[in-house]
């Protein structure tokens, strides 16, 4: 049974959680510890100094409101800092948040320095919010730069990685990233002004603030930003006046310790149109290409979706899905879209058959050469056979079945003569080849079963 100070502190908690994010609660209020509550004094054991400093400095008036709610007011905080965990050695100090600050009284003039910095009001940080890393799959081709964004997003601004530049074709994930970085800064660090701006917003503003006046408005503006996110930064390729405006704003943000992210279809080695002062400076922290996604990520990127969508997908969909829409994400999830409309529409089973369908109209699809040997092996690996298997004259249903099958399907599919197929298949002549055919055609009309697994199987020779 929990003793009074956990109780209180459980309660003092739970007013914290729905003021700060998921985030930042586990990281600075989760490890805390209720120690002691006497005489007013409540004492909170905390692993280390740092602790003590951070929450001090961005949390102290959220704790202090929340323990005069909870505990009562003229409730002192005090820590108990951990010196040796073994034996439970510590050390324990006052919040700075007790020591009263005198209160100007009526008749006495409020002085306020020159050199005050006001605190600036939130912004919206203009993010969307579906595109978080939680749903930015990793794989080889974004690797280093998923891992580069996360950096940022604990320390913005403090890294290497200043500015980040991440380029790559359309559609690989870039805005996916961009967004992600922004949205875990926010989360970890509440109280940075954090903006993401595509390029064409960014001049539309400009031009804006230039026909009325107001560029110094704009200039200032922006470099109050902790960390900017401009996406397809190829788009001032020849606007004089917004790459120098930019320029300015690049310059301020880096020297006083901001965070700059920007994206591009190509990299800075290769862009035209755009200031060589401003090229030299996307170079000065990590350019990092995303390429196009490989077989793995494509299928994992497709599973996701399947599994946050509550979608049920046969793997070898999946598979085929992977294996031929290879250029970018967009395209990958947006033949999900397509595939779940036209089964829902016209209320048929999502199979490899209207697979094909709606990926053909995605991508050029380059079919598959049967041979007969080819189709003889898949027909086994089917039903679970060996090859030596159908070659023999054995009468086991199973095996005479999988060898109609297997000879119908050569004819189907090859421009092959009878006698072949049936040289190739068991050494069969080709009457044994035509009597296959006729039975194989007869059980599709009178066996639904039968007529399935030879249209799925079908189906697999032709992706």
Same mark, same amino acid.
């Given at each position: 049974m929990l003793n009074l100070p956990e109780q209180l502190w459980s309660r003092c908690l739970s007013v914290i959680k729905d003021n700060i994010s998921e985030a930042s609660y586990n990281t600075w209020f989760s490890p805390i510890v209720a120690s002691q509550y006497e005489n007013n004094i409540f004492?909170?054991?905390?692993?280390?100094?740092?602790?003590?400093?951070?929450?001090?400095?961005k949390y102290i008036d959220l704790l202090k409101m929340t323990l005069y709610r909870v505990v009562g007011l003229g409730t002192r905080l005090e820590y108990r800092v951990m010196i040796d965990q073994s034996n439970g050695k510590g050390t324990q100090i006052p919040s700075t948040g007790e020591h009263a600050k005198p209160k100007p009284t009526t008749n006495q003039q409020a002085y306020i320095s020159p050199y005050h910095k006001p605190q600036l009001p939130d912004i919206d940080p203009q993010l969307n919010y579906a595109h978080n890393f939680n749903n930015l799959i990793e794989g080889k081709s974004n690797k280093l730069a998923r891992t580069a964004g996360t950096s940022i997003a604990n320390e913005p601004g403090k890294t290497i990685f200043n500015p980040l530049f991440v380029y790559g074709q359309s559609g690989v994930g870039k805005t996916h990233l961009a967004n992600a970085i922004g949205i875990m800064t926010k989360q970890l660090n509440p109280e940075k002004r954090v903006l993401y701006v595509s390029s064409n917003t960014f001049q539309i503003?400009?031009?804006?603030?230039?026909?009325?006046?107001?560029?110094?408005?704009?200039?200032?503006?922006?470099?109050?930003?902790?960390?900017?996110?401009?996406?397809?930064?190829?788009?001032?390729?020849?606007?004089?006046?917004?790459?120098?405006?930019?320029?300015?704003?690049?310059?301020?943000?880096?020297?006083?310790?901001?965070?700059?992210?920007?994206t591009s279809d190509r990299s800075p080695v290769v862009m035209v149109g755009l200031e060589q002062r401003l090229l030299t400076r996307f170079k000065w922290g990590l350019s990092a290409e995303i390429e196009k996604p490989d077989f793995e990520l494509r299928k994992a990127i497709l599973q996701n979706k399947i599994y946050r969508d509550g979608l049920e997908i046969p793997e070898n969909v999946v598979n085929f899905i992977a294996e031929h829409v290879v250029d970018n994400v967009r395209d990958l999830e947006g033949t999900l879209v397509s595939l779940m409309a036209h089964s829902t529409l016209a209320n048929i089973p999502i199979d490899l058959e209207l697979t094909n369908k709606v990926v053909s109209r995605i991508v050029a699809i380059t079919h598959k050469i049967n041979t007969v040997?080819?189709?003889?092996? %898949?027909?086994?690996?089917?039903? &679970? #056979? =060996?090859?030596?298997?159908?070659?023999?004259?054995? @009468?086991?249903?199973?095996? +005479?079945?999988?060898?109609?099958?297997?000879?119908?399907?050569? %004819?189907?599919?090859?421009?092959? &003569? #009878? =006698?072949?197929?049936?040289?190739?298949?068991?050494? @069969?002549?080709?009457?044994? +080849?035509?009597?296959?055919?006729?039975?194989?055609?007869?059980?599709?009309?009178?066996?639904?079963?039968?007529? =399935?697994?030879?249209?799925?199987?079908?189906?697999?020779?032709?992706?």
């Open positions: 004492v909170l054991q905390v692993p280390s100094q740092f602790f003590v400093e951070y929450i001090e400095e503003q400009y031009t804006d603030a230039v026909r009325n006046n107001t560029a110094n408005d704009f200039l200032n503006f922006y470099q109050t930003i902790d960390v900017l996110i401009v996406d397809d930064i190829q788009e001032f390729a020849g606007k004089t006046g917004t790459q120098n405006t930019f320029f300015h704003i690049f310059n301020h943000l880096h020297q006083t310790g901001k965070q700059l992210i920007l040997e080819s189709i003889r092996d %898949k027909v086994c690996e089917y039903f &679970s #056979l =060996s090859v030596d298997a159908i070659s023999t004259k054995s @009468r086991k249903r199973e095996v +005479v079945q999988a060898r109609q099958i297997a000879m119908y399907l050569s %004819k189907q599919l090859t421009k092959n &003569s #009878l =006698s072949s197929i049936g040289m190739a298949i068991g050494q @069969r002549d080709h009457a044994t +080849v035509l009597h296959a055919c006729k039975i194989v055609n007869d059980l599709m009309d009178i066996d639904k079963n039968f007529r =399935s697994s030879v249209k799925e199987i079908e189906n697999i020779l032709k992706h």
